[in-house]
Structures are given as structure tokens and as C-alpha cells.
């Protein structure tokens, strides 16, 4: 079964630094989809970063980075110049590509609070 | 602005009296999701609907159900809350099934 570990339950940035959320997963497929998502507190949950597994090239969303390691199932999301917006939960996820039984496996991590010190 | 709506966004309910948690869309996205998350923990997918065609997770109690009588309606039924099934329950859409998701605001359920 896969799983997604995120082993920081909390991280603190100051403002306009750059910081690294870590996330590893387990899976024995060789195609999936990794996502990084963001959850302000009381507001909804926004996708900040997707890397399809099959790309090499590491995606990048403005100030958001990934650093995808597929050898070694780590999917790390780099913050630069961070924001006091930045603040919020941040939940990596595993989507696969195939299915098992006719249901998709889309599963997320416990989540990084990132505090965004001024 | 096209978007996941949820509501109520606030619901309590007592112990085993049924509770209907409801989600819009206006996205015209394919795929709606009902996900369960506890305090501090991670959303857990209880169930999607890709058009009308149900999908159900292995782990799913069968205490939730669902309903989708339309493209941009999706219910989540609860029929004998438990103090366990107190959670925020979030709904969120995507195109297809390997298309990004939208998430709504959530509904916070809270079981007497």
C-alpha cells in the first residue's frame, strides 16, 4: 500500500528567507502524480505544486519549488523569499495513475504548519 | 467565479441522528470527492464520483453514503453519526480523475 510521511509536523521561516518542507512516500507503482497543497487556517485548501513522476524536470511555480527524487522517493517543497501569507498547513499527496480494483489511490500526508516569522 | 461551494459550513448534529452535508460546483468538473479529516490529521478520501459512476474506498464505513443527482450537486450522508465522525469534511472537484483538485471551504461536523 503507498503511504506519504511528512516528519515535520511544524517549521518556522522568517520573512523573505527560504524554507524546505520534506515529504517521502512508499509505492510500488512506477507512475503516479505528487502534489504539494496549501491550507490556510479557516480557508480552503489550494493545490500550490504538481510533478508528474514520469518528468524528470523538477516543477517550479513561482516563488515554489520541488526537489523530486524518484530513486529515492522524496518530494521536497522549497519555499524562497517567503511571505506572511505563506503561512498555513502544508500537505504533500500521492495520486496514482492506475487503478486497483477500479478505485484510485489518492492519498496525503499529516501535514507541515509552517509559521511565517516577521 | 467559478468555484466548490459547501454548506452548511457548520453542522451538529446528535449522536445517531442522520445528517446530509451537501457541495455545489461550478466548475462543470467530472470528478467530485468527499474527503474526512480529523484534527491535526490528513484528509482521507472516503469516496468519488466520476460522472454518475460511484467509487467507493475499500475502508470506507458504510455509514457514509453519497449522492450525486446532477453534475454540479454531491451529498455526503451520514446516517448514524458517531462521536467518532466528528471531522471537517471536505468536497473538491477535478476535470478528470488525474486532473488537479479544487477544494471547498469544508463542512466542520460536530457530533452531541
Known amino acids: 500500500a503507498q503511504t506519504v510521511t511528512q516528519s515535520q509536523p511544524e517549521m518556522s521561516v522568517q520573512e523573505a528567507e527560504t524554507v524546505t518542507l520534506s515529504c517521502t512516500y512508499d509505492t510500488s507503482e512506477s507512475d503516479y502524480y505528487l502534489f504539494w497543497y496549501k491550507q490556510p487556517p479557516s480557508r480552503q485548501m489550494i493545490l500550490v505544486i504538481r510533478?508528474?513522476?514520469?518528468?524528470?524536470q523538477n516543477a517550479t511555480e513561482n516563488r515554489f519549488s520541488v526537489n523530486f527524487q524518484k530513486a529515492a522517493k522524496s518530494f521536497s517543497l522549497k519555499i524562497s523569499d517567503s511571505q506572511l501569507g505563506d503561512a498555513a498547513m502544508y500537505f504533500c499527496?500521492?495520486?496514482?495513475?492506475?487503478?486497483?480494483?477500479?478505485?484510485?489511490?489518492?492519498?496525503f500526508g499529516t501535514g507541515t504548519r509552517l509559521k511565517v516569522l516577521a | 467565479d467559478a468555484m466548490v461551494i459547501q454548506n452548511p459550513r457548520y453542522q451538529v448534529t446528535q449522536f445517531g441522528k442522520p445528517v446530509t452535508l451537501s457541495c455545489s460546483q461550478t466548475l462543470n468538473h467530472n470528478v467530485m470527492y468527499w474527503y474526512q479529516q480529523k484534527s491535526s490529521q490528513a484528509p482521507k478520501l472516503l469516496f468519488h464520483y466520476y460522472d454518475k459512476d460511484f467509487n467507493n474506498e475499500a475502508d470506507t464505513p458504510d455509514n457514509f453514503q453519497s449522492r450525486r443527482p446532477n453534475t454540479s450537486f454531491c451529498f455526503l450522508d451520514i446516517r448514524s453519526p458517531g462521536l467518532g465522525d466528528a471531522a471537517m469534511y471536505l468536497c473538491a472537484t477535478s476535470r478528470g480523475r488525474q486532473e488537479t483538485q479544487y477544494f471547498g471551504p469544508g463542512t466542520r461536523l460536530l457530533v452531541l
Open positions: 499527496a500521492y495520486r496514482s495513475v492506475t487503478t486497483t480494483s477500479g478505485t484510485y489511490k489518492y492519498i
Open positions: 510533478q508528474e513522476a514520469y518528468k524528470q
